[in-house]
C-alpha cells in the first residue's frame, strides 16, 4: 500500500469507528465467517450493516444460521473493511446476489454530522473527513471490463450506474459499453443471436430486445429485428430457409411442395433439403408441367383449327347469301311450271326465250320480260299492266295459267331498275 492509499485507508478507518457499538453475545464475522467472544461487552463497527448496501438494495442484515452468534465484522477484518468496500472487494450478503456492496454516502454524511452524531469528538474537522472520504469513493468509482480488462468508469446517472447487461443479472455492470457494443454487433452480423448474452463468464443471462436498442447502431438493431422475425417465423411448421439466407413461411405445405424464394426467386421443395437441387418431386412437377403445356397448345392448335374452319364457313355462308341476293337482284325465273331456271338480261327488247336445258330436253319457252305471260304458239300475248304495245292484252284473273309455275309473276328483290332500256315492240 502506497502513502496515498495509506492516508485513504487512515480516513476509512476514522469513518469506521464512528460506527462503533457494544455487543455482548458471542459473535460470528460476516466477512471471514470465525466466531470471536465468550460473551464479554465488546466494541464493534456496525458500518456493514448501516452504511453499505448493494444496487439492489438489499439489507445486509441477513437471519443467521447460528442465532446464538451475533453478526458482526472482526477485530482483524474489521482494519480493511471499510477501506475494501469503498474500492469494491466485498459482495452483498444477499444468496445468489454477487453484486458490490457500495457505501451509503447519506448515512456517512448523517454520521458526522456533529448535530445528529454522539462521535463529533473522535474527529476535530469532520467535515473535511467526510470531504476526503468522498473524494476517495469518487475516485473508486471504477470498475475492471471482463471484455477488455481495462478500467472503466461507472456512469454519473445513479440510475444506470451500476446497471449489468441485463435486467436478469444478479451483479454490478462489469463490461464496458464500447466491448458489449462491438461483440453484440458482430453476433448480430454473424447471425449467432445465442451469443447475445451477459459476457460474465458466472452469469450469461441472454440481453432484452430493448437493452440491444441501446448498445447498437440502427442499422445493426435493424439487421437484429429481421433475424429475430425470421427466428419465430422459423418456428412454423410450414417455415423453410433458403440457401441464400432468407426464409419464409410456405402456406400450402407438401400438398404443393414446389416454393420459390422471394428474394433470390430459387426453387424449393417442401418436402426435401434446400441443398437438393432437383429432387423426385420437382422432376414430377416439371413432367406434369410439360404434359400440361402440351396439352393446353393441343388445345391451342385444335381451337385455332375450329375457329379458322368455321370463319370460313361463315365466309362462304355470307358469300352465298351475297351471291344469292346478287342473283335475286339480276334474274327473273322462267314462268313455266318445272323450270325455275334464273335468266339474266343482257340488253335487248321483252321478247325472252327461256335456254335452259339440253336437247331434247330444251324449256325453250317464250314469254314477255316484263309481266312474264308465255307466248303460246308464238302468239304475243301480255297482262295489262304490261308496258308493251300489243293490243292482244289480258288481266291476271283472266289469263289461262295452265303450265306456269307458282308464283311465276313474281320474283322477289329483282331491281326493276334494270329494265330501263327495256324495248317493247309485240
Not at 437471519?63 to 477485530?75: G, L, N, Q, Y
Not at 447502431?217 to 433458403?242: D, Q, T
Not at 424464394?261 to 433439403?273: A, G, N, Y
Request: one cysteine or more.
Amino acid at each position: 500500500m502506497d502513502d496515498r492509499h495509506f492516508e485513504y485507508w487512515k480516513v476509512c478507518w476514522k469513518i469506521n469507528l464512528f460506527f462503533q457499538e457494544s455487543v455482548v453475545r458471542v459473535q460470528r464475522c460476516v466477512v471471514c465467517q470465525q466466531a470471536e467472544g465468550n460473551g464479554d461487552r465488546i466494541w464493534r463497527s456496525a458500518f456493514w450493516r448501516e452504511a453499505t448496501t448493494c444496487s439492489a438494495g438489499h439489507s445486509q442484515l441477513q437471519p443467521s444460521d447460528t442465532p446464538e452468534h451475533e453478526p458482526v465484522v472482526c477485530a482483524r477484518c474489521e482494519q480493511t473493511f471499510v477501506f475494501d468496500v469503498v474500492k469494491g472487494k466485498h459482495t452483498c450478503q444477499v444468496q445468489d446476489c454477487r453484486r458490490i456492496l457500495r457505501v451509503d454516502i447519506d448515512i456517512v454524511r448523517g454520521k458526522l454530522n456533529p448535530r445528529a452524531s454522539t462521535n463529533f469528538t473522535l474527529e476535530k474537522d469532520p467535515a473535511k473527513l467526510l470531504r476526503t472520504f468522498l473524494s476517495f469513493v469518487q475516485q473508486c468509482r471504477v470498475y475492471e471490463c471482463v471484455v477488455c480488462s481495462d478500467d472503466a468508469p461507472y456512469p454519473e446517472d445513479i440510475a444506470i450506474a451500476y446497471k449489468p447487461p441485463s435486467a436478469a443479472c444478479k451483479h454490478n455492470r462489469n463490461a464496458c459499453n464500447g466491448c458489449l457494443t462491438t461483440g453484440f454487433e458482430s453476433a448480430i452480423r454473424g447471425g449467432t443471436l445465442q451469443d447475445l448474452v451477459c459476457p460474465d463468464s458466472e452469469c450469461r443471462n441472454p440481453i432484452s430486445k430493448g437493452d440491444i436498442r441501446l448498445l447498437v447502431s440502427p442499422e445493426v438493431f435493424r439487421i437484429y429485428s429481421m433475424k429475430l422475425a425470421n427466428e419465430a417465423l422459423s418456428k412454423h411448421e410450414n417455415f423453410r430457409w433458403c440457401t441464400c439466407g432468407k426464409g419464409q413461411i410456405h402456406g400450402p405445405g407438401k400438398t404443393k411442395p414446389e416454393w420459390k424464394c422471394v428474394m433470390c426467386k430459387k426453387r424449393h421443395c417442401f418436402i426435401c433439403p434446400s441443398e437438393i437441387e432437383l429432387c423426385s418431386h420437382l422432376r414430377t412437377i416439371d413432367d406434369l408441367e410439360r404434359r400440361t403445356k402440351a396439352q393446353k397448345k393441343q388445345a391451342a392448335i385444335h381451337a385455332f383449327a375450329f375457329s379458322k374452319k368455321r370463319q370460313e364457313t361463315q365466309r362462304k355462308a355470307e358469300a352465298a347469301k351475297a351471291t344469292k341476293a346478287t342473283v335475286a337482284r339480276t334474274t327473273k325465273k322462267c314462268p313455266k311450271a318445272g323450270c325455275g331456271n334464273m335468266i339474266e338480261r343482257k340488253g335487248g327488247c321483252s321478247h325472252f326465250r327461256c335456254p335452259e336445258g339440253k336437247p331434247p330436253n330444251v324449256c325453250n319457252t317464250h314469254f314477255c320480260w316484263e309481266c312474264k305471260v308465255i307466248r303460246p304458239g308464238g302468239a304475243a300475248i301480255h297482262l295489262t299492266t304490261c308496258r308493251s304495245q300489243s293490243l292482244n292484252k289480258k288481266k291476271k284473273e283472266d289469263l289461262d295459267t295452265t303450265g306456269y309455275a307458282a308464283d311465276w309473276d313474281k320474283d322477289p328483290g329483282y331491281d326493276f331498275a334494270l329494265d330501263a332500256d327495256l324495248k317493247h315492240y309485240s
